[in-house]
């Protein structure tokens, strides 16, 4: 367990509405990710942080924004929801190591649908 | 850009068999390799992770080899258990920096008794 909480873990809302995510860890770590998980597309990297305030796009940042205002929150938003951005969405952090060395650690997810 | 492919998509075998998962990856500039299982409506658990200079990994029943200039890595598993039903992915840097994974669309592994 690397103390990783993600909320909510459940949510439906409508299309056009704002979304926020967050993600929770306990331990410190610098580097923290948000991935989405579809069918027949696999994991996606959305956005991710490198520290306090820096982050940077991922393959898939496009209706997506984040930010980091402390080292154990990061923060994913959809301004305003569509249906496309149904999906799981799955926080990670980089533990131990260096940034080319580091393990890659998941929270449970949050499944968001938008009707 | 980097891609990952896993075969097969999908996998069933009887208990007790050994058993080994592929993963292929199109750039082989990496400087290492994950192994994740993911059981469903779950997160991904980490299983291992090989760095570029290191050929294997072993935890317990599973061994991971990494071969950097063939662009591949398979996973082994021993004596293969119920238990061990799950869907597993490999993950590569996608490049960049930051340790930005990419990831196979897994291997969905089905041990029946």
């Known amino acids: 367990d690397a103390g990783i909480t993600q909320s909510p873990r459940h949510k439906v809302t409508e299309t056009g509405t704002p979304v926020t995510l967050r993600c929770h860890q306990t331990?410190?770590?610098?580097?923290m990710y948000w991935y989405r998980q579809d069918p027949g597309h696999g994991l996606r990297l959305i956005h991710y942080s490198y520290g306090v305030k820096d982050t940077d796009k991922g393959e898939v940042s496009d209706g997506y924004s984040v930010s980091r205002s402390k080292t154990e929150d990061f923060l994913l938003t959809l301004e305003s929801a569509t249906s496309s951005q149904t999906s799981v969405y799955f926080c990670?952090?980089?533990?131990?190591?260096?940034?080319?060395?580091?393990?890659?650690?998941f929270g449970e997810g949050s499944r968001l649908t938008v009707l | 850009k980097q891609e990952v492919t896993q075969i097969p998509a999908a996998l069933s075998v009887p208990e007790g068999e050994n058993l080994v998962l592929n993963c292929s990856f199109t750039?082989?500039?990496?400087?290492?390799l994950q192994w994740f299982r993911q059981d469903p409506g779950k997160g991904l658990t980490s299983l291992l992770l090989?760095?570029?200079?290191?050929r294997e990994q072993t935890s317990g029943r599973l061994n991971a080899s990494l071969d950097k200039s063939s662009g591949r890595s398979t996973l082994y598993i021993a004596a293969s258990q119920p238990g061990d039903s799950a869907t597993y992915l490999c993950a590569v840097p996608l490049g960049g920096g930051g340790n930005k994974l990419t990831f196979g669309t897994g291997t969905q592994l089905k041990v029946e008794l």
């Open positions: 331990e410190n770590h610098r580097y």
């Open positions: 990670a952090i980089l533990t131990s190591g260096g940034a080319s060395t580091g393990e890659l650690f």
């Open positions: 090989i760095q570029s200079s290191q």
């Open positions: 750039d082989s500039a990496i400087y290492n």
